[in-house]
């Protein structure tokens, strides 16, 4: 079954700011969209090589008082990107199921 | 064949009640005559009023503003209020207090009021008076306040901030918890009308000062206090946390969806068609509301290029999306341009002041050469 990762769309443009909320922007449409600091932590780790659980549990290991909910919430996050074009898939050819 | 826009709905309509008001503010933006005893100013005829709600009941009209002048001064204000109870139409008030009376404050809770701002810009009266121009109108503010505050309205109030009043911030602020009010909002002098004459006079505030002092009340202040701060600098000067997080206020503007009826019963952009008569498109009592809205030049100019023709700083600004050049009413007043970027933010950037990381500048534009072809496109 081939996996599927999510990667960021690399033209787009992560401004991070003093209080580690951040900016991504869209230079192909000029959007720009404001990220709290799980999100630019989520958006970092989308480089293709890392699925939604890996993401989930980095932000487990690396962050207190994670809702148990976090997973849905990271997956949701993650789904609203790719209706904005920011985030695509790396599909990895897998074993036949 | 262009394919039509689409047209927009008409959430909300301002109306500019009164064409005098009872103060004489020194900032205002709109500079109505005083009206006294012996000299009295047109207002808007409830009649019209009704005509002018009904027909935009269908375009989509969901809240109305009642401001003015003053909207309380309107000779029928209770006829107003019951057209607005009867045609179930929200709306919110921003008026100067003086004339909030406990029977004004139960009609207006029971007509569907939502939100309601009065203005206090010292916490003497001194103060307060050497900004609105009468004496004792300090007193009837705070009587006003607190007859609202017991009809069950948590008022905002709304500090305009200048050299004269910059120290009384905080004891400001401790006088609205005392009073029961809900928030206090920190303006900025526009330079428009009575405004223009502030800037050249040195009574305002410097852009620097002014950000420091939003840095201030939203990261000292702000915590300290019962009641919620907000602080009108444009957003590209706003924290993502105060704009995006939990209770954010994104502080996007509602233009797009907006028309002004100034109190002799023309149909405007907002308050600046008062002084700016190009931006006037139309006689309620003659013309259609949805032929106005539909086919006016300069309103169809801003749903196609805004933000797209933002121009200067402003089309440089990543948050032009929420922020919509901030005021394109004060931008147009400035300059007769309706692209033009936004005062503060262009003296920022003079200045060095403005937040490096909400700058397209060093980012890949492939979009910026159609945007260069299509600025600089002015209304007349």
Redesign the interface.
């Known amino acids: 079954m081939d996996v599927k990762n999510p990667i960021a769309n690399p033209?787009i443009?992560l401004?991070?700011?003093f209080?580690d909320?951040?900016?991504l922007?869209d230079?192909?449409?000029?959007?720009?969209f404001?990220?709290?600091p799980t999100g630019v932590f989520i958006w970092k780790l989308l480089d293709g090589k890392h699925n939604t659980d890996d993401i989930v549990s980095r932000l487990c290991e690396e962050a207190d008082d994670v809702p148990e909910d976090a997973g849905e919430h990271a997956r949701q996050f993650i789904a609203s990107l790719e209706q904005q074009g920011l985030v695509g898939y790396e599909v990895i050819a897998g074993n036949p199921a | 064949m262009a394919a039509a826009r689409p047209v927009p709905p008409l959430n909300t309509l301002y109306f500019y009640l009164t064409e005098g008001c009872n103060l004489r503010c020194r900032h205002c933006w709109i500079e109505p005559p005083h009206q006294s005893e012996t000299r009295q100013f047109p207002a808007l005829e409830p009649g019209l009023f009704r005509r002018i709600i009904v027909q935009a009941k269908p375009l989509g009209l969901s809240s109305v503003k009642l401001t003015g002048g003053e909207p309380l001064m309107h000779p029928q204000i209770g006829e107003i209020l019951s057209i607005l109870r009867e045609e179930k139409i929200r709306f919110n008030v921003e008026t100067n207090g003086v004339l909030c009376t406990p029977e004004v404050a139960r009609d207006l809770v029971r007509s569907g009021l939502y939100h309601l701002s009065v203005s206090l810009d010292g916490s003497d009266a001194a103060t307060h008076e050497w900004v609105r121009g009468v004496k004792g109108c300090f007193g009837a503010a705070l009587q006003g306040i607190r007859n609202l505050v017991a009809a069950g309205i948590r008022p905002q109030v709304i500090m305009t901030l200048m050299r004269r009043n910059v120290g009384q911030i905080e004891t400001l602020v401790r006088l609205v918890e005392s009073l029961g009010a809900g928030s206090v909002k920190f303006n900025i002098v526009q330079p428009t009308a009575r405004g223009v004459k502030m800037h050249e006079a040195g009574e305002t505030l410097g852009i620097r000062e002014l950000i420091e002092l939003g840095r201030w009340i939203e990261k000292d202040l702000a915590p300290t206090v019962q009641v919620r701060l907000f602080y009108s600098h444009p957003a590209a000067f706003r924290?993502?946390?105060r704009?995006?997080?939990q209770n954010g206020d994104c502080g996007i503007c509602g233009i797009r969806g907006i028309l002004g009826v100034l109190g002799n019963g023309s149909y405007a952009l907002c308050g600046i068609g008062e002084t700016v008569p190009e931006l006037v498109f139309g006689d309620a009592a003659k013309d259609a509301l949805a032929d106005v809205w539909r086919d006016n030049a300069v309103l169809n100019e801003i749903r196609g290029g805004l933000?797209?023709k933002l121009d200067g700083i402003c089309g440089d600004c990543?948050?032009?999306?929420?922020c919509l050049g901030s005021c394109i009413a004060q931008n147009y007043y400035r300059s007769r341009n309706l692209w033009a970027p936004f005062w503060f933010c262009e003296e920022a950037s003079k200045l060095g002041l403005f937040p490096e990381?909400?700058v397209?500048k060093g980012?890949?534009?492939?979009?910026e050469a159609a945007r260069r072809e299509e600025r600089a496109c002015t209304c007349r």
């Open positions: 033209l443009v401004r991070e700011e209080d909320w951040a900016i922007f230079p192909d449409t000029g959007n720009a404001g990220l709290n | 924290t993502l946390g704009m995006f997080g933000p797209r990543l948050m032009k999306g929420v990381t909400r397209r980012l890949p534009a492939t979009q």
